[in-house]
């Protein structure tokens, strides 16, 4: 408004523009802190997003280092079944030499 038009009204209307501007003023101050706590809350689910991504991560190296040592547990149990099969081998050629070895002798 210009500074005439002020002039030419009266306290009553004065006052009833101050008072529609501080209305004005507390309902755009509220909705300026909602906008700021619905910032807040998205920063805060972007900075959880990250942390879970990150612990996603995190846990898809546990996982890769379970599954090698699964894999290192497997290849010795495998070894050590090897080992047994060849001894047993032995041991039955052994022992069928030892039969045979008998049997002769009782001839």
Do not use: P
């Not at 101050?18 to 972007?46: G, P, V």
């Amino acid at each position: 408004m210009a500074d005439k038009e002020l002039r030419k009204m009266s306290r009553t209307e004065l006052i009833e523009i101050i008072y529609a501007l501080q209305q004005n003023e507390r309902a755009l101050r509220a909705e300026n802190e909602d906008l700021h706590r619905r910032l807040d809350d998205k920063l805060l689910r972007m900075e959880r997003a990250g942390s879970i991504a990150e612990a996603a991560l995190s846990l898809n190296n546990v996982f890769e280092d379970a599954e090698r040592a699964a894999q290192q547990y497997l290849a010795s149990i495998q070894a050590a079944n090897g080992t047994a099969e060849e001894i047993l081998a032995q041991a039955q050629r052994k022992a069928d030499e030892l039969l045979a070895a008998a049997q002769r002798g009782a001839e």
